[in-house]
């Protein structure tokens, strides 16, 4: 089961905190206490530029609509940016001061290859809930984290590495380039499993693969590379990488069967002004999703729809008067992904 904790209404926060972190929802203005997928756990981060604050919008704005201003260059920033080989990451440095060791607050079920794998603190968590989920459902069998943040220059050392030991073309299909690796961001890790008995068994060959497919997504992580998708990731099929999106996100690119490429891209059509991307969790654990306008949606699901960056020093961010938790994300190809819980 997952759990579920509450966490207090987070104030005024730091645009890093707010862009950097996964499942970190800011509660709007006056509404109680939101129930939370995920445990938002403080971080002591740089503030990478001004705070995340109320502006008056010169525009006419729909009675339903109130704004808030963040620094354009923010769009790279955040838990659903978009990172493969035409989509770089450059914040790798921001990302490691975000990140946290997994050892340092890791449940007893899930096990790791090394004292040093770092990873969003949002991400831990949610990792931790997916291997005592694991545990339950094979009855005694852990999840092993093998790789999770990764710096640029490791990354180079993983592709010379992969290269001397498979050759340039193996490397190609499953070694990204420095820069345009998932495990820069601290959002991916690559899994194995430890059995009861102690074998180490690929999780591709574990018996329960099949639970991990199927419930990766309650815990908010997604196959990132499946069977297929080289033409569009250029990443061969990696039963292994799990890319943490969050809960919702989660759920939708599965409901939607997208790869997180066609998924970010198809969002860019939902708009505030146009019509937003609703969902609803249903009976099965999986997501109703309709279009809706953003004054039609119902209380109870939540929404997500795309807002480009502006060109200037700031950006306005729409959102709904009423809601009780929103994120903001920039998606790094040049615009920010909203979420609101309603
Ligand atoms: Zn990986």
Known sequence: MLKYAKHCSLGIISLAACLLAVGMFTACAGENSPI?????????????????????SAAPTPASLRYENVPSAAANYGALVLVNYLSKYEHTEDALSMTAHIGDNKSKNLLLTGSDL???????????????????????????????FRTLEYQQQVYVQ???ERGEEMAKLYVADPGCSEHHTGYAVDLSTICADGARVPLIDHERFDWVNANCAAYGF??????????????????WHFRYVGREHAALITELDMLYEEYVEHLRVYTADTEVLYAAYNADGGVDVKPVKIADAERGGFIVYYVKAESGDTTNIPLPDECLEYSVSGDNAGGFIITVKL
């Open 118 to 148: 770092r990873l969003m603190p949002d991400t831990i968590h949610a990792l931790n809930e997916f291997a005592d989920g694991f545990f339950e459902a094979t009855g005694g069998d852990r999840l092993l984290a093998t790789s999770a």
């Open 162 to 164: 992969y290269v001397k």
């Open 222 to 239: 997604i196959l990132r590379y499946p069977v297929g998708s080289e033409g569009i990731t250029r990443v061969a099929y990696e039963p």
């Open 36 to 56: 939370l997928p995920n445990e938002i756990i403080p971080v002591d981060v740089p503030s990478l530029s001004p705070e995340v604050s109320p502006v008056e």
